[in-house]
Each structure stands twice: as structure tokens, then as C-alpha cells.
């Protein structure tokens, strides 16, 4: 089991700019792909973007494009989220996960089984 642990939430005003970085133990970080789920308040747990264990391929969700860049340093065993131009609605606990199992596509969250303790971001206006 690799353990995650993420950095960097906190408060922000609507337009802002964050960056979040998610540093993993082990030393095959750069044999797994990543993800950065988000949790708003009293909803469901979705997902916001992905990135290759070699950074060849990213994706972000529809909400996040534009807004939010994943990118990451196997050297240091992180992956990180830019976050900017952020909305009240970008408000939600983060976390980062190590995709496990290839089942489904990139988004599938039953894919994941090692996740951080999630770091909150809050937009305000």
C-alpha cells in the first residue's frame, strides 16, 4: 500500500489561484498512473483530473478544463494540481489517488485504492 499525503488547501477568493501536491511513498511512483478527486459538501466524490505514470497523457473533467492542470515530478514522488480562476463551486475536500486496477476508464473510482487524507479548498466570494 503506498501512502499519500496532500498539501497546499486552504481559502481563496472567487478568481483565485492553488496548487495542491500529493507526495507518495515507495519508489515505483513512476509506475502508476494518478488522479485528484474533489468531495463538495454533501455530495458524491468525483473525479477532476488524471495523469499517466509518465506524464504522457492527462486528462481533466469537463468542470475543471481550462481552470485545473495535473502534472507531476517522479524524481520527488508528487503530483501536483493547479488550480486557477477558481469558483465558489470548486469548493471541496481534494484527494489524490493511485490508480490500482485498469477495469474502467481513467475516472472509475472503484480503479483507485490508495487514497490521501484529502486537503479542503475553499472559494468565497
Known amino acids: 500500500q503506498v501512502q499519500l499525503v496532500e498539501s497546499g488547501g486552504g481559502s481563496v477568493h472567487t478568481g483565485g489561484s492553488l496548487g495542491l501536491s500529493c507526495a507518495a511513498s515507495?519508489?515505483?511512483?513512476?509506475?502508476?498512473?494518478m488522479s485528484w478527486f474533489r468531495q463538495p459538501p454533501g455530495k458524491e466524490r468525483e473525479w477532476v483530473a488524471w495523469i499517466s505514470r509518465d506524464s504522457g497523457t492527462a486528462y481533466s473533467a469537463n468542470v475543471s478544463k481550462g481552470r485545473f492542470t495535473i502534472s507531476r515530478n517522479n524524481a520527488k514522488n508528487t503530483v501536483y494540481l493547479y488550480m486557477k480562476n477558481l469558483k465558489s463551486e470548486d469548493t471541496a475536500v481534494y484527494y489524490c489517488a493511485r490508480r490500482t486496477k485498469y477495469s474502467g476508464a481513467y475516472y472509475t473510482i472503484t480503479d483507485y485504492a490508495d487514497w490521501g487524507q484529502g486537503t479542503q479548498v475553499t472559494v468565497s466570494s
Open positions: 515507495g519508489d515505483d511512483f513512476g509506475t502508476y498512473g
